[in-house]
């Protein structure tokens, strides 16, 4: 990341598209909104459940990255304990 901040004032990931891993197996992709003593809050989030019967992560995340986000909810909050890890979109390499 270049350090350059899109939003002053907002967090550096403010805008971004992430891809959100969940400590309880999901992967919620969606726009980065803010974190506060809620937790991270995301916009227009697509959700990957690891199931029986659905795509795996990898083939969710490829699609997304050809299609974009197929939004499921419009706001999710996850609390930061829960959250294994932020990475943006766009840093995503699937082979």
Known sequence: ????????????????????E???GRTCVGRFDTEDEAGVHLLDVGIHRAEAGTASRDD????????????DVPHLVIPRASVARITRLSEYRLD
């Open 22 to 24: 969940v400590s309880d």
């Open 1 to 20: 990341m270049s350090g350059l901040v899109f939003h002053p004032g907002h967090h550096a990931l403010h805008g971004m598209t992430v891809v959100l």
């Open 60 to 71: 969710y995340l490829r699609q997304t990255l050809k299609f974009g986000v197929r939004r």
